[in-house]
């Protein structure tokens, strides 16, 4: 129902002094406590902005003497490089007057309206998942963060470094290696002879074969990974699977996304509940939809739709 819609349901609940963040970000502490957002005076509003080099999938706003003069979403053209944040210091309730479905909408209202806006500017960590590969970014800076924590079962010759974080009933076989920060989730089996890599979150009830390396990559709840695998900088969804011999290795690689070109260096983006036979290779950029079904021995590149079977 828009961003508007969601901070009305705080509409009589809040003081008159409160912060605004998204939900859906990653953001440092510091992002916010070393800006000049918490020092804006009483009965002003102010936003967070920050530099970016690319902002064409976010609202861009322009800045004249410390004050906001505009805010305009996925601009055409090269405007500014500040982005809202969307964090805001609100010191006042006026704002409940403005708003309707888009808070964005409501804050150029109050500045149309001869309202100032403040414009408080942060270099810290601050990052919204725009594309599926950004999905990658917030997992390495979350994990960075994560305590390390063993409550499985780790057998012989297994080597354990930096902040590794093992969930309960998971199994670490014989002979794997794990370097952190890497975070395992519940009932999960590994290996043996496995390596996992850094920044790697592997969910609840994930089964990862012998000789399997994972490398940067995101195995949601309930994935299987067969033998002799090799996964980089890629991405499963809940409950698909591949076969032993899976590769997906990272690149550069071009990506069409909704009339977008993007050169990124990722490797496979796998939707869920997807089943893919032995010996597959994805190729760098390869985004495999919802419910496919792929037969072995197949190379994989670009986009394939959901649902689909490629035999």
Known sequence: LGTGDALKQAEGKTDDRFLVLSGDNVIEADTISDSELLNVGENETAILIKPQQDVSKQGVVTVENGMVTDIIEKPGEEISNLVNTGIYAFHDLDIFAFIDRDLTSGLISMIQQGKHVKACETHGAWLDAVYPWDILGLNDIVLKANPAKIEGKIERSVTIEGHVSIGKNSVIRANSYVKGPV?????????????????????????????????????????????????????????????????????DADIQIGGEHHRVKVGAMVGENCEMGSNVIAYPGTIIGNRCKIKSMKELSGKIPDGSWVV
Do not use: H, W
């Open 183 to 251: 975070i395992i989730g519940d009932n999960c089996e590994i290996g043996p002879n496995a390596c996992i890599f850094p920044s790697t979150s592997i969910g609840n009830d994930v089964t990862i074969g012998a000789f399997t390396e994972i490398k940067n990559s995101l195995l949601l709840d309930m994935v299987k990974i067969g033998s002799f695998s090799a996964i980089q900088n890629s991405i499963f969804d809940v409950g698909s699977y591949a076969e032993g011999g899976f590769i997906a290795r990272s690149e």
